[in-house]
């Protein structure tokens, strides 16, 4: 044998043993052998939940489940009854493992189970990954007895109840995220506080009928309104701040309150700070949430920006925002100008319209008459602005537009400069009362001079 042969065949020899001493042992698993199990509960009362390092403890009574730590908490019942129906029927296993390595999921994020029942354990265990049984569609879950070093794949003897789908849930789904138990039948006023300003929305007379009665003489946006209370109704929480005090959450002093009255009671709910980047697994992702309160529970929940926008709804927001609602063939004549350029005027006579600038008349174009009858006919509103008098616009544009409907009837509208600082709002005002945001779209649909509606 050469030198350089018995070299080679002895630095194989190193690196073999060097693979074999250093590699991780590979889980052993041996088929049909497993007879780990839990025997059915007659009943079950106590559910602890541990996960990264939180813990959530919940107990029956009275055929209701309720959290009892960290804080004392509704629970969701559905979730806690599928636990309930698992351990009623039991689990068995079909496979072992020996050693578990890291892909078996019974890393530091895994779930820890235990249940109890009449003070007494069924089973503590940690929930690992869950798997499809090869040539089937049986799903089984591994899983790791507590102070055990074996892990077995189990299953639910229960009908149709999986699991791993049974108990593998975000900790936030085991709670009972309808928190405000509001019931729209019963339901009387709401009052909103928000920016120094206070709304009150009450029901009407007929079903489902509601009408703003403070500020007195605002006409309600039905949509709006609806979208209010289905929300109030209807609201999941988003997160729960159990760590998080008042002050943290800035409810101290909240920014908006919302109370709900009917002939009993009252709920008083109080939103506080946007959801910060320190606690922003609360919110899971939304940038926009709050913190919500209600007062006297002493529990604090984060809530979606859109849903707190919609629950506090503004005066704004919740006023109708049609302008005007005309019988578009009941005009019968519109003036156009402005008080530098003087007025032209538009005038249907039968089935056309005329352009009348003092003594002279010329033939409307139909076509680009037909848009400001539209606009006209269902104006709405961008937004209400309680601001300043109106500044001209001296563009060269018409500003004043008079809108006549037979002999009795006409409205005035008067077009501004932009309420935002951007081109896409104009401020109006119609017939010397609300000043309001109006689409520039619209406005210019209507800013026309005789030149631009003339035939051509």
């Given amino acids: 044998m050469s030198k350089k042969l018995l070299v080679s065949i002895i630095l194989l020899a190193v690196v073999v043993l060097v693979f074999v001493a250093t590699r991780k042992p590979l889980p052993q698993v041996v088929k049909d052998t497993s007879t780990w199990s839990?025997?059915?509960?007659?009943?079950?009362?106590?559910?602890?939940?541990?996960?990264?390092?939180?813990?959530?403890?919940?107990?029956?009574?009275?055929?209701?489940?309720?959290?009892?730590?960290?804080?004392?908490?509704k629970a969701a019942q559905r979730a806690l009854a599928d636990v309930e129906a698992l351990f009623a029927a039991g689990l068995k296993s079909d496979l072992i493992a020996e050693a578990p390595d890291d892909s078996y999921g019974f890393g530091e994020a895994a779930l820890h189970v235990e249940v109890k029942s009449n003070g007494a354990s069924v089973a503590s265990f940690a929930l690992g990954k869950q798997v499809t049984v090869p040539n089937s569609q049986a799903r089984r879950a591994w899983l790791q007895p507590d102070g055990g070093t074996t892990a077995?794949?189990?299953?639910?003897?229960?009908?149709?109840?999986?699991?791993?789908?049974?108990?593998?849930?975000?900790?936030?789904?085991?709670?009972?995220?309808?928190?405000?138990?509001?019931?729209?039948?019963?339901l009387e006023t709401i009052e909103l506080e928000r920016d120094g300003q206070t709304v009150v929305v009450a029901r009407g007379v007929g079903d489902d009928t509601w009408v703003i009665t403070e500020p007195a003489g605002v006409p309600i946006d039905v949509g709006r309104a609806s979208s209010l209370i289905t929300t109030a109704e209807n609201l999941l929480v988003d997160g729960f701040a159990d760590a998080v005090t008042l002050d943290d959450a800035g409810l101290l002093a909240p920014s908006r309150t919302v109370t709900f009255k009917n002939a009993d009671k009252s709920l008083v709910l109080e939103f506080g700070d946007l959801v910060d980047t320190k606690h922003s697994e609360l919110a899971h992702g939304d940038t926009t949430a709050r913190f919500m309160h209600i007062v006297g529970s002493g529990l604090i929940y984060t809530v979606s920006g859109y849903k707190v926008d919609t629950l506090t709804s503004s005066l704004a927001e919740l006023r109708d925002k049609k302008v005007l609602d005309l019988d578009s063939d009941a005009i019968d004549k519109i003036a156009f100008g402005s008080p530098e350029e003087g007025l032209f005027t538009l005038v249907r006579e039968g089935t056309q319209w005329t352009i009348w600038e003092g003594e002279t008349s010329t033939v409307a174009d139909p076509a680009k008459i037909g848009p400001v009858l539209a606009n006209l006919s269902r104006m709405n509103a961008i937004n209400f602005v309680d601001a300043p008098p109106l500044v001209p616009i001296l563009d060269g544009k018409p500003n004043v537009l008079v809108v006549s409907l037979g002999q009795d009837l006409q409205h005035t509208l008067r077009f501004g400069a932009s309420n935002s600082g951007t081109a896409n709002t104009v401020l109006a005002q119609l017939d010397d009362g609300l000043i309001f945001e109006l689409s520039s779209f619209v406005a210019n649909a209507l800013r026309k001079s005789a030149t631009e509606l003339r035939s051509e």
């Fill in 38 to 73: 839990v025997e059915k509960a007659d009943s079950i009362d106590e559910v602890v939940l541990e996960q990264s390092g939180k813990r959530l403890a919940f107990g029956k009574k009275d055929g209701e489940w309720a959290m009892t730590s960290p804080v004392e908490s």
């Fill in 152 to 186: 077995y794949r189990a299953y639910s003897l229960a009908d149709s109840t999986d699991l791993s789908a049974a108990l593998d849930r975000p900790l936030d789904d085991w709670r009972e995220k309808k928190v405000l138990g509001l019931e729209k039948d019963t």
